[in-house]
């Protein structure tokens, strides 16, 4: 299939290129500018929002960073990133684009819910969420069970960018998991993809 990545290197468009790299997926790389070419009625065409990443297969469109991922994930079964436990997958590809963004974005942006209000918010506070997540990572080695997974793509792609940049609090199991994770080839040459890419802008 003929597969289009709409990127910037310095966007979430990082960790769809990681994905396609564990995948071993053949495509093209389209990189687009903030201020022109992301907002040209070209690439507003294919997302409306003019954000990126997005792909497109054979004229199909898929945006939206965990749902690109899940999407390669399920079309290149042989990288066996597709856990046998669906629920656990659901529960944490969900857990990243909902509870985990919203929070540290909100959190970076400078809202926090006063105490009174958290049950009106669906992730209650950044405290809720990074102990939901150590308490996870303490008991399980990823965030599926003992094998790696599409989960530990995108979920651990905010973690370890979130402790890096300083939008997510570490603490020593989250640095654990992290280092589990980040020497990855696949990670190694996305990354030197993307460095690359940042260069020539």
């Known amino acids: 299939m003929g597969l289009t990545f709409y990127t910037n290197p310095m966007s979430r468009g990082r960790i769809v ?24 009625p070209e690439y507003l065409a294919i997302n409306p929002m003019g954000k990126v990443p997005a792909l497109v297969h054979d004229g199909g469109v898929v945006t939206e960073v965990a749902a690109i991922c899940l999407w390669l994930a399920e079309r290149y079964p042989a990288a066996g990133l597709i856990p046998a436990d669906r629920g656990a997958l659901y529960r944490w590809m969900f857990f990243g684009a909902g509870p985990l963004e919203q929070a540290v974005v909100n959190t970076a942006m400078g809202w926090v819910p006063p105490p009174e209000r958290r049950r009106a918010v669906g992730y209650g506070c950044l405290e809720d969420v990074l102990a939901t997540l150590t308490g996870h990572l303490q008991a399980s080695r990823y965030f ?29 199991v989250l640095a654990g998991y992290w280092d589990r994770i980040k020497d990855r080839p696949a990670l190694m040459r996305a990354g030197a993809i993307d460095e690359a890419l940042m260069k020539k802008e």
Do not use: H
């Open 144 to 172: 599926c069970g003992e094998d790696f997974s599409v989960a530990d793509v995108y979920v651990g792609s905010q973690i370890g960018w979130g402790m890096q940049f300083g939008t997510l609090p570490g603490n020593p």
């Open 17 to 40: 290129r990681w994905m396609l790299e564990e995948v071993g997926a053949d495509y093209k790389t389209v990189v687009l500018d903030y201020a022109t070419t992301m907002k040209a």
